[in-house]
């Protein structure tokens, strides 16, 4: 099984680039295949333009192999040659944008059987902003105003990216809708990764916010945290 990469918004600038260097090097290091997913732009026709911007940073940051991997529609979401790419990825990032937009184009897709094919067998699956919202069991989608299902690649969880500017307002209807799961606020460029189903830690600029069982913790870049369904922390 592969580990995620949960992000809370701004990616590529600033101090994004610790989870983002932790979880290259988690994937194999700096000539692992990464394969980046423009979906969630796609709408409002800046998926070319987010896509540059994401292969340049992971450049940046020392990747020789960055492939940015076209799937903007259903159609090419259920492309097999595109579905081949993210299969042979290591390291697959989704972009941010608009959630339920991506979760739609990639449910029961060829590219997202491929995604979880690569994740069983070790690849790192990352996403920031609406691209983390949809890696959980469910997310809150702002433009519909209501909470949906996610791809549920972490059961029992829905994380509020961009926790510090205007995610925490998000907290109120998920919280009312699934007491019983955890809200994970993310500030912006900060990124949590999974060591285990239950371990996480903090890397980046800002904190994590964990809202569970009607308490609120907070972690800061380098702590870690417990996130199975007891409610232990550490």
């Given at each position: 099984?592969?580990?995620?990469?949960?992000?809370?918004?701004?990616?590529?600038?600033?101090?994004?680039?610790?989870?983002?260097?932790?979880?290259?090097?988690?994937?194999?290091?700096?000539?692992?295949?990464?394969?980046?997913?423009?979906?969630?732009?796609?709408?409002?026709?800046?998926?070319?333009?987010?896509?540059?911007?994401?292969?340049?940073?992971?450049?940046?940051?020392?990747?020789?192999h960055v492939d940015v991997v076209p799937v903007i529609d259903k159609k090419s979401a259920n492309s097999a040659?595109?579905?081949?790419?993210?299969?042979?990825?290591?390291?697959?990032?989704?972009?941010?944008?608009?959630?339920?937009?991506?979760?739609?184009?990639?449910?029961?897709?060829?590219?997202?059987?491929?995604?979880?094919?690569?994740?069983?067998?070790?690849?790192?699956?990352?996403?920031?902003?609406?691209?983390?919202?949809?890696?959980?069991?469910?997310?809150?989608?702002?433009?519909?105003?209501?909470?949906?299902?996610?791809?549920?690649?972490?059961?029992?969880?829905?994380?509020?990216?961009?926790?510090?500017?205007?995610?925490?307002?998000?907290?109120?209807?998920?919280?009312?809708?699934i007491p019983n799961s955890i809200l994970i606020g993310l500030d912006e460029q900060t990124g949590i990764l999974?060591?285990?189903?239950?371990?996480?830690?903090?890397?980046?600029?800002?904190?994590?916010?964990?809202?569970?069982?009607?308490?609120?913790?907070?972690?800061?870049?380098?702590?870690?945290?417990?996130l199975d369904q007891t409610g232990v922390t550490r």
């Amino acid at each position: 099984m592969g580990q995620l990469l949960l992000e809370g918004g701004a990616e590529f600038a600033g101090r994004m680039s610790e989870p983002d260097l932790q979880a290259i090097q988690r994937a194999g290091g700096q000539d692992v295949i990464i394969a980046i997913l423009p979906t969630a732009a796609a709408p409002d026709n800046n998926h070319e333009r987010a896509g540059r911007n994401g292969s340049k940073w992971f450049e940046s940051l020392g990747a020789a192999h960055v492939d940015v991997v076209p799937v903007i529609d259903k159609k090419s979401a259920n492309s097999a040659e595109m579905a081949a790419q993210v299969r042979a990825a290591r390291f697959i990032y989704l972009l941010g944008g608009f959630p339920g937009y991506l979760e739609q184009t990639l449910r029961d897709s060829l590219v997202w059987q491929a995604c979880l094919e690569a994740y069983e067998e070790g690849s790192l699956i990352g996403g920031s902003s609406a691209g983390a919202m949809v890696l959980c069991e469910n997310f809150y989608d702002p433009y519909a105003g209501e909470l949906r299902r996610g791809l549920n690649l972490l059961p029992n969880c829905c994380v509020l990216p961009h926790h510090n500017t205007f995610g925490r307002s998000w907290s109120k209807q998920p919280g009312r809708l699934i007491p019983n799961s955890i809200l994970i606020g993310l500030d912006e460029q900060t990124g949590i990764l999974n060591d285990s189903e239950r371990d996480w830690k903090v890397y980046g600029a800002g904190k994590a916010t964990i809202y569970r069982m009607q308490q609120v913790q907070t972690f800061a870049a380098g702590e870690a945290f417990d996130l199975d369904q007891t409610g232990v922390t550490r």
